[in-house]
């Protein structure tokens, strides 16, 4: 019930954002947000017994967010800043996975939604369709999976998830792209909108499992407690880190190609 509710209460600010809020307040949304997946990928981190990433992270990733174009730059300036930190410390195993881990939280909490501003900016349906494919496909995951699943997927990592249940969730997904994306943007051709909806849909799942290896490296079941029902923001858009990009990057190549 609890999963319900707050997914019922996440639906009408979710779609005010994606299809009529202004361009301002969908960034500070973005990076929200982004703060939120970063709190909780650090504390996963300090969880491996890796350093905390602390603000050197949240600066790279605000970096990538309001200023895009410098992003190489940034990113090598905060990585530079935080091993000129870290080499204050005599633990010099930790210089490595600490300053790894810095870089990595940039751009794994942040760069997803600064490509979602990207999308957004061409097209709200592009973007609706980045993060919906999933939770459709992860809809029909979980009913076909329950019902059908015989063949484990990834035993280790999530001991639920099927082959069953994954291709479902690949079908779903590219049912939903070729009628949502018909619909709304018909100037997309339908073999573009099938290489966008399994390429996502796939980065999705792949996505929703790197989290889980994390979580249980980690020894934590939920990856926060911010969302009841759901567990952690990482909890709830772990397949969209990886489904935007992907489509973001896929849409930019095909529309290069066809120019």
Known sequence: MKRILTASALIPPVVYLIFWAPDWLFVLASAAVGLLCYSEFAELVANHLIRHPGP????????????????????????????????RDSRLREILPYAAAVLLSSIYAFLPWRLA??????????????????????SAAYYVGRTFGKHKLAPEISPNKSWEGATASVLCSLFFGLVYLGHFLPAISWWEIIFLAIAGNIAGQFGDLTESAMKRGAGVKDSGHILPGHGGMLDRVDSSLFAIPVVYGLHLIIRILST
């Open 117 to 138: 501003i990207d999308l957004r900016s061409e097209s709200v349906h592009l973007l609706f369709f980045s993060l919906a494919l999933n939770w459709a496909g992860d």
């Open 56 to 87: 050197f992270g949240i600066a790279g990733g605000l970096l990538l967010l309001f200023w895009p174009d410098y992003a190489l730059i940034e990113l090598f300036s905060i990585l530079v800043l935080a091993c000129i930190f870290a080499l």
